[in-house]
């Protein structure tokens, strides 16, 4: 069952289309990024994902609940932190979580365990009886966390999360929701941080201008953006001169540049003539130390989509 699936998901402004009709699945499981310029209509995709805000058309599904005909029963496996979320600061740390879990209806007598297991989780231990007002904003925003999970979604709807965030912060709020997938929740997490994304979510969603251009494992996007290959390659031994005019002479090798022992190329061709290039370089006496593609980031299908390079 897919954790999170929107069909034909669309949000009018009068004559501004915020969200233009978009159709996503999200398995159970994942951690999704959505990401794109400021505008692009992703605080309004995640604000109809957890049904505080109608769409004008379309639904969304959480676990296989409509979020819209059944909305009580869509909460239960929601837990949603927004872009600027307040706190109440007079309160202490378990006190907070407290009243979220009233909120939520848990059963009285789980409470007080679930809310030292969330603490822990979210590694607000020292501050169990802190006073709200005194933590920094990493501290904060770890709380935020621990309100959203303190009545065990399975899906999490984070917006911006790691806004303002120090390094370390940013550091630590990302293995936090790397430990709530392993415990088997699904995120989906919109940020313009890439440097975050990397490495991180196991999907993304590019978005521009309301329109989902491309969503998918990061991997498969990368591919399909790509119209050749950009490889790395190094060698030991004085073969520089054999390097470049083997590659050089190959009709699918372009932009061909060469340092010390290592070069780099884009590649047009096959898989099967990618291979024959290969040989080619050994069997013409280059000893081949590594050989291997230069993936592309999640900056660079951001840049390209800020450019207009992706659609």
Known sequence: MAAIQMERLRKEYDELVAVADMDVTIPEGEIYGLIGPNGAGKTTTIRMACGLLDPTAGDVFVSGVNVYREPE???EFIGYLSDFFSL?????????LDYFAHAYKMPEREIPARIDEVIQEVGLEVKHD???????RGMKQ???IGRAIIHRPKVLLL????SGLDP????DLRNLLKSLRDQGATILISSHILSELEGFCTSIGLMEKGHMVRSGKLEDITASESQFRVMKLSWIGDSTAVVEARLRSN???????????????KFAGSE???ANLLNELVTSGVRVVSFGEVKQTVEDLYLKLSRHEVM
């Open 142 to 144: 770890r709380l935020g």
């Open 251 to 265: 009709d699918k090798v372009s932009g061909l540049m060469t340092k010390g022992s290592e070069g780099v190329f």
């Open 272 to 274: 099967e003539e990618l």
């Open 168 to 171: 370390k912060a940013r550091l």
């Open 159 to 162: 917006d911006e999360p790691a």
């Open 73 to 75: 029963r869509a909460q």
């Open 130 to 136: 802190a006073m709200i007002k005194g933590l920094s």
């Open 88 to 96: 109440y600061e007079d309160l202490k740390v378990w006190e907070y």
